[in-house]
Structures are given as C-alpha cells and as structure tokens.
C-alpha cells in the first residue's frame, strides 16, 4: 500500500538481552496510584486511580550507561519529574482478568512521567483536560526494558529518583493501590490493549521541580537505571 507521505516511525525501546527493539504503540499513565503522592496533590489518598494517556511518540529513550538530554519543554516554569514503574505489554487484549494479567506482560522498565506543573494547576482549576500539562513532546523518559522473565518480582520493588545526587523521591511498588495486574485488567476494561503499549503506574510522593542542568538518576530494583540532564 502506498501512502501520501511517509508515515512517522514509531519510538523504539531496546530491551535487555536483545537487538531486537520494541515498539511502541500508546503510554498509559496511572494517577495517583500512591496513596502519599494523592495527599500531596491535594488528594485524601482514597479515591480509586484513574488514567490518562500521552502520545506513544513522547517516549524518550535513556539508554543504560548513557546520560540522556531531557528538552526543558516550552510553556512552564514548572517541570516536575514523576518516577514510575513502566510495564511493557507484549500481548494484547480486552477485559483481561486479574489472574490472567501477567501473560500480557513483555517487560519493565523505569520511566519518568515529566508533567508541566503549573499548567497542570490552572487545568484542575477550570476542569480542563491535562494534555498540555502530561502529554508534551519528550515527556515520557524510558530506560531498557528487562524481559519479564529476568525479573519476576516487580511488585515489591524498591523505586527511587535523585536529583544532583540527593533523593527526592523513595518508594516501593507494593505501596500501588491499584497493583500491575489491577491495572491491566482495569485498562483492558476501558481500551484494547495492544502489543507495544507502556503503562507508566503511577508515582510515589516527592515530586518537584527541575531546572536545566540538573541531573536525575532513576532506580527500581531489578531494572536497568536511567539518567538524564534537563536540556
Ligand atoms: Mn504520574
């Protein structure tokens, strides 16, 4: 088939052990998916976690042993870094159980859900949807994704970020409210999951801002660490 123009290239992910790379198709992003970072935004910490999406090309790939430049994004002075276990999906589905959620896995990886503050604020305020504030170019740094196989724990995982070298965000994922398989089955409920979507599940407290030159260093354990310089 031929196409008007040539159509743009999906981002791609490397994946550890692998020259094959993965492609990605949609980011999903948990909110408030820690009890302590929901009371930091203003939250009682109960409520149930609710989603939003940023466009698959918002990836940012930070390969291991690299220092990646992060874009300070146009339209803040406020560009808050946001930790997050990403979770790679390899097979698709709709209305997928509980039980069956850890076959659609591929892999993990650690991802930054970068957010512009400020705008974020001023949307909540008048009702409005978050797109400009989540979903700008280059706000989803993500590291090598480690196949599911290699670690087959990521529900008890030590989570961190540091800024210049001091922690500013510590955390463990079964601190989640919604835990990786409730919320692929509560996706799956509401899209069709497809091969190559990323689910970026959400942050522990701590998130502040950045400015440029700063460095951050991301960690969960088991996965590959990622670093970026804002730019
Ligand atoms: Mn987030």
Not at 50 to 60: C, E, H, S, T
Not at 76 to 93: C, K, M, N, Q, Y
Not at 141 to 163: D, E, H, R, S
Request: charged fraction near 15%; aromatic fraction near 6%; charge should be neutral.
């Amino acid at each position: 088939m031929s196409t008007v123009f040539e159509p743009v290239a999906p981002a791609t992910v490397p994946v550890l052990g692998q020259t094959a790379v993965f492609p990605v198709h949609r980011i999903y992003c948990v909110g408030r998916n820690y009890a302590a970072h929901a009371k930091e935004m203003g939250g009682t910490g109960r409520e149930a976690p609710f989603f939003f999406m940023k466009p698959g090309d918002a990836a940012l790939v930070a390969p291991p042993g690299t220092t990646t430049a992060l874009p300070y994004p146009p339209l803040t002075h406020d560009l808050h870094h946001e930790i997050e276990l990403v979770v790679a999906i390899g097979v698709g589905g709709r209305n997928i159980a509980v039980a069956d959620a850890h076959q659609h896995i591929f892999g993990y990886a650690v991802g930054l859900d970068m957010t512009r503050r400020d705008l974020q604020a001023d949307l909540k305020k008048q009702g409005r949807p978050w797109c400009i504030a989540k979903g700008f170019d280059h706000s989803a740094p993500i590291g090598a994704i480690t196949p599911a196989a290699l670690v087959p724990n990521m529900g008890k995982a030590a989570i961190c970020l540091q800024v210049n070298g001091t922690v500013r965000q510590s955390g463990r994922t079964d601190q989640m409210i919604c835990n990786i398989a409730e919320t692929i089955a509560q996706l799956s409920a509401a899209w069709a999951l497809q091969p190559g979507d990323l689910i970026y599940t959400g942050t522990p407290e701590g998130v502040s801002a950045v400015v440029r030159g700063d460095v951050l260093h991301g960690s969960i354990e088991g996965l590959q660490d990622i670093t970026l310089r804002v730019a």
